[in-house]
């Protein structure tokens, strides 16, 4: 018998993802190509995704997305920064390293891990919303729908339905941004609202639109939710811990992973690995499996965003 644990639920999309890992052995065979990762910070201005498969992997494993760092929106700020200083609205990109035993998160942007300051906001503060990832090859709201999306809670600054840091299946998302001063069609008005609100101000402060390798339809699920605004989990089943890496500044444990620090301008690099699996008895998988192909996620048709300075 196996745990039941994260292994188990990947274990069991083995038929819808294409995924096999053979963890008896120590050794896998693993292929997360379409598996999207995406976040948002709580006030949704900024986003950014990575999506498995988009780009190549580096010789150390990791594959890196880059996000424009013009596009952090904040009216303290406007778009990017007086000279001399930093706006903390602006993410920088997400990098990804799978190994045979876990999953590597890591996060660039100038946002910290404990949020900043903003007078009027829940809290007195906005932050990073969740990390999602959906291995569905669904559209975000299908994939929530169908109980097929993931979530991690890592920032306990934020305002999440949930409260344990770590990683949640069967994740229904919602809303902060109509607490956390950010872009909702209540504050902007109809149409105008969410998405469109944001990208038309980054435009017109001379700023450049960047959703890493994914897409803004992606996030408003197609056009279909012009609000732009699910960004932290609601509830979720809770599965396993996280272990930080990074909680600010680039440390030797992260670089230790092969991680390239020089690939990103950000000034604060959050990240944490979750395991995979754990402790199981030494039963084959079948041989039959390792030749199931992947369900691609085609919502992403932008090519390779490169990183912009």
Not at 54 to 72: L, R, V
Not at 139 to 160: C, P, V
Not at 294 to 308: F, H, T
């Amino acid at each position: 018998m196996k745990n039941q644990n994260l292994f188990n639920l990947l274990k069991i999309g083995i038929t819808t993802f294409g995924i096999f890992f053979v963890a008896s052995q120590g050794a896998y065979a693993s292929d997360l190509k379409g598996t999207a990762f995406s976040i948002s910070l709580e006030c949704m201005n900024d986003t950014t995704g990575l999506l498995m498969g988009q780009n190549s992997t580096d010789a150390n494993g990791w594959q890196y997305a880059f996000d424009s760092n013009k596009d952090g929106m904040n009216g303290n700020y406007w778009v990017g920064a007086a000279p001399g200083s930093v706006n903390p609205y602006d993410i920088s990109g997400m990098a990804i390293k799978e190994t045979a035993t876990s999953i590597i998160v890591a996060i660039n942007g100038n946002m910290k891990l404990t949020g900043e300051a903003e007078q009027g906001a829940a809290g007195g503060q906005i932050g990073y919303g969740d990390l999602f990832f959906n291995m569905a090859g669904k559209t975000f709201d299908n994939a929530m729908s169908s109980g097929d999306l993931f979530g991690i809670h890592f920032a306990s600054a934020n305002a999440s339905g949930v409260q344990q840091l770590g990683v949640y299946s069967g994740v229904q998302a919602k809303t902060v941004t109509n607490i956390k001063e950010g872009y909702t069609v209540a504050t902007y008005g109809g149409l105008a609202g969410g998405g469109n609100s944001y990208e038309s101000q980054v435009k017109q402060g001379g700023g450049i639109v960047g959703y890493g390798d994914l897409t803004s339809s992606y996030f408003t699920n197609n056009g279909k939710d012009n609000t732009f605004n699910l960004n932290v989990i609601d509830s979720g089943k809770y599965l396993s811990g996280i272990s930080f890496l990074a909680q600010g500044n680039v440390t030797q444990q992260l670089l230790t992973t092969g991680y390239d620090a020089s690939k990103f301008n950000g000034t604060q690099t959050i990240a944490f690995e979750f395991k995979k699996s754990g402790t199981v008895q030494s039963t084959p998988e079948p041989a039959s499996l390792a030749g199931l192909g992947i369900v691609g996620l085609a919502l992403a048709g932008s090519k390779r965003r490169k990183k912009s300075s």
